[in-house]
């Protein structure tokens, strides 16, 4: 199914390969509407958590990353818009498990400590965890699709996502797991 890698094809072949894999495009689109659940829920679910942190660097990383977030879901409506879909959302039954798992935890630590900053950490990571790894994987599915221009917007936000991760791991490693081992 490598159709459009012949020299002079058009660069968005996505008609052709739609024909030639209707039922991979189906999982494609499927996973993207899933997506899209996903990041218009953590749109919500951020502020909780930035209300609920402490350290202004945790707090400040987080607010930085809902507005990245929000730039995640227009982006996807590109990706709607480029594969001739309405942009609808499938409800993420993962991505609703992680973030009930984060408000778990700020209700089972106390308020201002930095253990709780340190949940909140370990419950963004996960997040950035599973949109990692659901971008990386329609990466590579937009790439093997020959959906090159939905392949470079999945690639933008992948790198985002990425970013954010290691910044949550900066600010734990360097400070707030240390103020934490020293709570009670
Ligand atoms: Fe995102
Ligand atoms: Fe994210």
């Not at 942190?53 to 400040?60: D, M, R, S, V």
């Not at 309405?86 to 973030?99: F, V």
């Not at 935890?105 to 400590?113: A, D, K, L, N, S």
Request: charged fraction near 30%; aromatic fraction near 4%.
């Amino acid at each position: 199914m490598k159709k459009n890698e012949t020299i002079g094809d058009p660069k968005f072949a996505t008609k052709t390969t739609a024909q030639d894999a209707p039922a991979l495009n189906g999982l494609f689109k499927d996973a993207i509407a899933d997506l899209y659940w996903a990041e218009n829920h953590l749109v919500k679910a951020l502020p909780k958590m930035i209300s609920a942190a402490t350290a202004p660097e945790l707090k400040n990383a987080i607010e930085s990353h809902l507005e990245e977030t929000k730039v995640h879901v227009t982006r996807l409506e590109q990706v709607f818009e480029l594969l001739g879909e309405k942009a609808i959302a499938k409800k993420c039954d993962a991505m609703e498990g992680i973030t009930k798992e984060a408000e778990g935890i700020v209700e089972e630590t106390e308020p201002g400590t930095a253990t709780r900053d340190v949940g909140i950490i370990l419950a963004s990571q996960k997040v950035e965890h599973y949109e990692i790894a659901s971008y990386g994987g329609l990466y590579q599915l937009a790439t093997t699709l020959g959906l090159t221009d939905i392949a470079d917007i999945l690639a933008q936000t992948l790198a985002e996502e990425k970013l954010a991760d290691s910044k949550l791991t900066d600010i734990a490693e360097n400070e707030i797991n240390y103020k934490a081992a020293e709570e009670a």
